[in-house]
């Protein structure tokens, strides 16, 4: 079973960034996304990018966040830039759209505060 291990998380200020990355033990799926939960919230789908490059993003990450992928390396990215307090929340990548989800590696926490 593949696994996920989730990184590049932290403490930031706002209007910083962070990249995180995301590193299966094996062939990810054709389209990968990355998800976040904040605190007492539902987990929420943030953006998601196919094996070809073609990205989506949610409106509230739109212009900020990049999704991107290594095919050779099994490994998804996330660059956040102009961060804000609202983007505080537990990290996670996993396939997406529809896709059977891999299960769930333990997040990477990011916390935006000055």
């Known amino acids: 079973q593949v696994q996920l291990v989730e990184s590049g998380g932290g403490l930031v200020q706002p209007g910083g960034s962070l990249r995180l990355s995301c590193a299966a033990s094996?062939?990810?799926?054709?389209?990968m996304g990355w998800y976040r939960q904040a605190p007492g919230k539902q987990r929420e789908f943030i953006a998601a990018?196919?094996?070809?490059?073609?990205?989506t993003y949610v409106d509230s990450v739109k212009g900020r966040f990049t999704i991107s992928r290594d095919n050779a390396k099994n490994t998804v990215y996330l660059q956040m830039n102009s961060l804000k307090t609202e983007d505080t929340a537990v990290y996670y990548c996993?396939?997406?759209?529809?896709?059977?989800?891999?299960?769930w590696g333990q997040g990477t926490q990011v916390t935006v505060s000055s």
């Open positions: 996993n396939r997406a759209y529809g896709a059977t989800a891999l299960p």
């Open positions: 990018i196919s094996s070809g490059g073609t990205t």
């Open positions: 094996g062939s990810i799926g054709s389209i």
